[in-house]
């Protein structure tokens, strides 16, 4: 049994309705932290006190009468690369250790204003990149299911807090599937929204044309509420899609009734990807299929054929995006300056060579090669042309189809050290990457277990702005384990 079983919506309405005070609410999260976070390291910061104090706030207004939002006296947890104002936010990297913004994030600020409590920043791989929180610099996290093994990442802090109990909801950013792996490998739910539908502003860039903030709940129906309350315009962030979107909390209970599903053969196990998926994940896969199917789905399988090549065009893509986004930590505008160089040159060198980790340093020599004169045609244009390749082939997909399914992950957690070269991490993101290219949202449903008995995830994939969609489905998809026991 999870501690703290409660959902977010619950607690909501307990505050909201005066029988139950948020101050209440919190002790039993921070007490879960207090006993259990020194063996998991879900934080960077734990901010117990903060915490409190905005519960007793929220209980005051309460009290007033006011309408404290939808999210009155719920628990969050935010990745530590979403800047919270005069709170230490570090990436989890040496290089930003002791920033403190000077401004809040605008998914904090909606966050805040809709109640919510914010109890710590949670680890993540080092400025986000990673599938295993291996890479950040204070250390991993652990997965409170078993602590041999990792959370997935990059957004493992994020996960392994609503996993442990630490908070019923939690932020994490997904540039290549790092809120959806994450939530696969530690049994919770994880949405990547649609490109541009939740602001990036003061979301900490990694590759900017990728990058998207999404929430970890238990529950599909608090994935929904916090989304509703995360997206729409900010007129701070350039790339946030202009016009109103519609909440998806009205559609949880709409089914899979008619609905076209077209299972990704690329992805389940035929083609050159085939031998990269567990067997007991692909065997989830199609029993989510077969549950939706029973549900009044048509399902077919569907082959997009390019999604084989999103691998090679995001660790492209990616690293010439974060080359120039890294560029920025030089010594003089943010957080760590190694002294004692010669000149401005040396002192920026030195402070790059010690304030930022090995994967870090590997993807910027990788995007500056990329974006190099003589070679940026034939990596960054082709990985671009690639990129329009993926995008004709979802659409086409889409032609016949409301929403695909693939597996998360091609594996459930992994041990420590498990993939110790880089290749055969990233290959951890075969599945994931391709909606990050496409710009369309997915989400990670648990379902079932697979190896050792371990959670697997199944991912559903929809067009732009098919949100709705995808928490329809998900809501079968979960509804059909709780009937089945499982
Ligand atoms: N694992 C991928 C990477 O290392 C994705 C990370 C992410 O989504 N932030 O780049």
């Known amino acids: 049994m999870t501690a703290n079983p409660q959902t977010a919506l619950e607690i909501a309405a307990d505050v909201r309705s005066g029988s139950r005070l948020a101050a209440a609410v919190i002790e039993p999260y921070l007490a879960e932290i207090a006993q259990r976070e020194g063996e998991i390291h879900a934080f960077n910061e734990v901010l117990a006190d903060g915490a409190r104090l905005e519960a007793a706030a929220v209980d005051r207004r309460v009290a007033a009468g006011e309408d404290v939002g939808p999210l009155a006296g719920v628990p969050i947890a935010l990745k530590d690369n979403m800047c919270t104002r005069g709170i230490p936010t570090t990436c989890s990297s040496k290089i930003l250790e002791g920033w403190k913004p000077p401004y809040d994030a605008t998914v904090v600020q909606r966050v805040a204003e809709a109640g919510a409590i914010l109890v710590g920043k949670t680890n993540l791989d080092e400025f986000a990149m990673g599938s295993s929180t291996e890479n950040s610099a204070f250390g991993p996290t652990k997965n409170p299911l078993d602590t041999s093994l990792v959370p997935g990442g990059s957004s493992g802090g994020s996960a392994a807090a609503v996993a442990a109990g630490f908070a019923p909801l939690a932020l994490g950013s997904d540039t290549g599937g790092s809120v959806r792996q994450p939530a696969a490998l530690c049994g919770v739910v994880g949405l990547k929204p649609t490109y541009g539908a939740v602001s990036r502003y003061g979301l900490i860039a990694f590759a900017s044309s990728l990058d998207q903030i999404g929430p970890f709940t238990n529950t599909v129906a608090d994935a929904a509420a916090l989304f509703d309350v995360i997206a729409g315009h900010d007129e701070k962030d350039s790339t946030s899609i202009p016009e109103a979107i519609a909440p998806i909390t009205p559609h949880l209970e709409d089914g899979a009734g008619g609905l076209r599903v077209g299972v990704i053969s690329e992805l389940t196990g035929s083609g050159p990807l085939a031998d990269g998926f567990e067997p007991e994940v692909l065997a989830q896969t199609q029993a989510a299929a077969e ?196």
């Not at 997009?304 to 691998?311: A, D």
């Open 291 to 486: 549950a939706l199917a029973a549900a009044g789905a048509t399902v077919s399988e569907v082959s997009v054929p390019s999604t084989i090549y999103g691998l090679s065009a995001y660790y492209i893509i990616g690293p010439a995006e974060a080359s120039s986004n890294l560029a920025r930590y030089d010594g003089v505008r943010y957080g760590l300056r190694v002294e004692g160089a010669a000149n401005t040159k040396g002192m920026m060198i030195q402070s790059r060579t010690a304030g930022f980790g090995a994967e870090v340093k590997r993807r910027i020599m990788l995007g500056t090669y990329a974006l190099s004169a003589g070679y940026y045609d034939a990596f960054y244009g082709k990985a671009q042309r690639v990129r329009t390749l993926i995008i004709n082939d979802f659409n086409r997909a889409y032609e016949d189809f409301d929403v695909l399914l693939s597996p998360t992950s091609p594996c459930v957690a992994f041990p420590f050290g498990a993939k110790d070269d880089p290749l055969t991490m990233y290959l951890n993101d075969v599945a994931t990457l391709p909606s990050n290219l496409a710009g369309h949202p997915a989400i990670s449903v648990p379902f079932g277990s697979g190896r050792n008995g371990l959670p697997v995830g199944v991912q559903v994939l929809a067009p732009m702005l098919g949100e709705r969609r995808l928490i329809q489905v998900a809501a079968v998809l979960e509804a059909s384990q709780n009937g089945a026991g499982q």
